[in-house]
């Protein structure tokens, strides 16, 4: 499962998007209300419980309840109620026009994790994705009015999917990990980068006490699968089949309105790791250490030095502060 | 007639789009105002905000709300408020709209634009929550029509007269959408012209007009494709009875390239004698 530090040089970085916002109260409009069965009223209606009085609270608790009714079971919540407190339209039956916006609800919240898990829904495929969005819903039902959060939960679902995923349940939860991270880094702050030219304003004596600041629009995580690569073949469009297990690590960042994902080696991400935990610069070579002692003696020290260069100009850090 | 708030007819205008931004940041394309879709640019620190900053640097911004939720029997969200004036302040925004329904109710949210049941109760109910809304934000919010699916059996008024009374008790101003108004018309059987002879067009500050899809038995408000002759022609008629106000196209679904969107909106020219944009009495 990916292990996340909130905050190239190894395999270089890949663009994600450079404009495209994911849009979320324009779910408003109803472009994802499904075409409605025309199935004639149950002849046994759902009465869950007395016939609610007509003030408007018992009103929206009823209509609530029964929008949220997931569409798995045949009927809404309380739908037994609907003859007496919805009118029959033109053409459509007072059920059939809850329905209406039963189906909506469910479309919505399911495009709205279409949204934020594109590489997770190919990797599950349709009906699967749809299940687990279905199953997400219910177990964790929207309860602010924005939707950038919705899908925070993601990670943690499909690691208790034991059942519904199998063994997808990592590769899953590694993936949601690093479609969250890039939800999150978009709507994270935006920090004024370090520059170059303001890292080489550190006096020589500073640097073993010079504390990187990451910028808050920057995630590091490790994978149990290789998830950035899958990543990107989906986004090439080269349908990539599902990877056998392999330790991965990423950066995902913000630059300007840019959004970056960086593929880490073991030693550039045990480095950048305890940079962006805070450590000074001596202290995070040190803990480093194990991992860097994977670069030959000779190439250490040029290729630590052409990280930073690269992290720099690629805007992960914000600030130098001094320990 | 212009609306009694005195707010400006700002001309035709689009809802702005996250598909559009690239177009609009590179060419600034001649667009009268930009309408925005306020909580896509609240609980967010980040990059829409950068969007956000550059468009309302050049752009005319109305904002448009989802989740106000102001029918429901849940308290006011105050934190969603005070972002919303945030937003606001940050834009400049001319006015700022919402619709008349409810999203949720025991802190749950369907993220729906969901029905009211036209009574008394209901209506006491809105306007206090609208004064209060009003009140904080120190201007006149702007409530439109929703398309609905379901109207409820123990309703005592119609969405018009609601919508009416609502707009007198609280004073506050109406964004009417045309596309909604044809929409619940099919769905209850009505006749729109109806619904625009109930309401008070000194109160409406904006139209709205979108595509929908025709399911045979219901119509729903997709926002899919381009809008239809029938409510083009609505549209020309509510522009006629408010003496002109704001138009605004909104697509939300299979969006096309900007140029494209923006040409469908400024068909809204076609329908209002070519006055859509201008300052115009009647």
């Known amino acids: 499962m990916a292990s996340v530090t909130a905050g190239g040089a190894d395999g270089g970085k890949t663009i994600v998007d450079s404009v495209v916002e994911r849009e979320r109260a324009s779910a408003t409009p109803v472009a994802r209300h499904k075409r409605l069965a025309h199935a004639a009223a149950p002849a046994h209606a759902n009465i869950d419980r007395a016939l609610p009085d007509r003030s408007l609270c018992s009103l929206e608790t009823w209509f609530a309840r029964a929008v949220m009714t997931p569409e798995s079971e045949a009927e809404p919540t309380g739908s037994g109620h609907a003859e007496r407190l919805l009118t029959r339209g033109p053409q459509l039956a007072p059920l059939e026009r809850l329905e209406v916006y039963r189906r909506a609800y469910h479309a919505r919240l399911i495009e709205c994790l279409l949204d934020d898990y594109p590489a997770l829904a190919h990797a599950l495929g349709e009906d699967a994705f749809d299940a687990l969005c279905r199953a997400y819903i219910a177990r964790h039902p929207s309860t602010g009015p924005n939707l950038n959060s919705f899908g925070r939960s993601m990670v943690e679902f499909c690691i208790s999917e034991v059942n519904s995923l199998g063994v997808l349940r990592g590769f899953a939860a590694d993936l949601a990990a690093l479609e969250w991270a890039m939800v999150e880094v978009i709507h994270a702050p935006t920090a004024q980068p370090l520059t170059l030219a303001g890292l080489a304003e550190v006096p020589v004596e500073r640097w073993a006490d010079a504390q990187l600041v990451a910028t808050t629009a920057f995630r590091l995580l490790r994978f149990d699968y290789p998830v950035n690569i899958y990543f990107q073949a989906f986004r090439d469009g080269r349908n990539p089949k599902i990877p056998e297990p392999a330790r991965s690590a990423a950066a995902v960042y913000r630059s300007g309105p840019t959004l970056w994902r960086m593929d880490l080696t073991e030693a550039a991400c045990a480095l950048l790791q305890a940079l962006a935990s805070g450590q000074s610069l001596s202290t995070s070579l040190e803990e480093a250490a194990a991992a860097l002692s994977e670069i030959s003696q000779d190439d250490a020290p040029g290729r630590v030095t052409s990280w930073f260069r690269d992290w720099v100009a690629s805007g992960l850090f914000a600030r130098v502060d001094f320990a | ?282």
């Open chain 2, 1 to 282: 007639m212009a609306n009694r708030f005195d707010l400006p007819n700002l001309g035709v205008g689009l809802g702005l789009r996250t598909v559009h931004y690239a177009r609009i940041l590179e060419s600034h394309p001649a667009v009268d105002w930009f309408e925005i879709i306020s909580d896509n640019y609240m609980q967010t620190a980040g990059r829409p905000l950068y969007y956000l900053d550059a468009i309302a640097e050049r752009y005319p911004i109305v904002m448009h709300g989802v989740s106000l939720s102001i029918g429901s029997t849940d308290p006011l969200d105050q934190a969603y408020l005070a972002e919303l004036r945030e937003v606001r302040n940050r834009t400049g925004a001319r006015w700022v709209s919402d619709h008349l329904c409810w999203t949720g109710v025991a802190g749950k949210n369907a993220h729906d634009l969901l029905p009211m049941p036209y009574t008394e109760e209901a209506l006491s109910h809105v306007a206090a929550r609208v004064r209060q809304v009003q009140d904080f934000l120190g201007a006149p919010l702007a409530l439109e029509n929703p398309s609905t699916y379901v109207e409820f059996a123990g309703a005592s008024m119609r969405e018009w007269e609601f919508l009416a009374r609502l707009a007198d008790e609280a004073n506050c101003a109406i964004l009417l959408d045309v596309n909604n108004v044809y929409v619940s018309a099919f769905n209850h059987g009505f006749d729109p012209q109806t619904y625009f002879d109930a309401l008070p067009f000194d109160r409406v500050v904006q139209l709205h007009v979108a595509g929908h899809t025709h399911h045979g038995t219901h119509i729903i408000d997709s926002h899919i494709g381009p809008v239809i002759d029938d409510v083009w022609t609505l549209l020309g008629d509510a522009y006629r009875r408010a003496g002109g106000a704001s138009v605004l196209l909104e697509w939300d679904a299979e969006i096309p390239p900007f140029d494209e969107t923006h040409a469908e909106a400024l068909r809204a020219k076609e329908f209002t004698g070519g006055r859509a944009g201008q300052a115009w009495r009647a």
